[in-house]
């Protein structure tokens, strides 16, 4: 279904970057929880995708353009009613570089997609749904916002998110519209699995947290909704890492690592 058609009265939820990744498993996963939603994606191609695929309604935008937006947040409350959840997930990443090649158009860019993006999506759906007196805010920041990281405009740009996050939890608490984040560690996105297939990552970033294993784009959706539903009431503005043991896991390398798993009762012949 497009934008042009109502999706029935179930809670709607937005998810800005709902074409590929944690989004795409975010919009999905709320599909099936009886969220109507909204795939926004500057990729209209996925969008529809996606959409047609839980049967939602997919909009083309840009989250750098701050008019779009706007233009976005009238049109979606316009055909399907107040808002009750928005899933900031969209976000451009950088290449690893140290500061003096870091190109400044890539730290801009980078930053104002990120940050300003980010700002532009919270301030056009939080105001109205505090207008209405209800809602739900779930930004995506990274383990990169809360730990020491070779990609310095990615890193601060998330690292603002959390904080861009907590300062409005506390402008719309009263309003009844709750503000959280969601830190995820290295996700098996696509991105991120071409990464290991192709070997650009020094080593198999599992090795590297606690539970041995990198996080399932799923899991980060489950948290997702979490958060937007109503058995997340009480809660704002926090940002829930969901990384598999990543930043407790950093600090036991110079002692030789996490130690392996014992042999499990009844595992030998």
Known sequence: MTQDGALGQNPLAVIIGGGNGIGEATARLMAERGWRVVVADR????AERVAADIGGAAVT????????????????EAAHGPVGALVVAAAVFQDVLPPAQLPLEAWERT?????????YAN???????????RGSIINIASIAAIGSVPVHAYASSKAAVVSLTLNLAGEW???GVRVNCVSP????????????????YAADPAEFT?????????????????????RASAITGVNLVVDAGW?????????GGVRPAPERVGSAG
């Not at 930053?111 to 700002?119: F, S």
């Not at 560690?185 to 650009?200: D, F, K």
């Open 43 to 46: 990729d209209p191609g996925a």
């Open 111 to 119: 930053v104002h997609v990120n940050l300003t993006g980010t700002w």
């Open 185 to 200: 560690g290295s996700t098996l996105v696509p991105r991120v699995a071409e990464r290991i297939r192709s070997g650009r």
């Open 173 to 175: 608490g009263r309003a």
């Open 61 to 76: 935008l840009d989250i750098a353009d701050a008019v779009a937006v706007e233009a976005a947040g009238a049109a979606i």
């Open 123 to 133: 301030r056009t759906f939080g105001t109205r749904m505090a207008r209405h007196g």
């Open 210 to 230: 606690a539970l041995g294993r990198i996080v399932q784009p799923s899991e980060v959706a489950e948290t997702i909704e979490f958060l937007a539903s109503e």
């Open 247 to 255: 930043h407790v896991a950093g600090t036991w390398a110079q002692y």
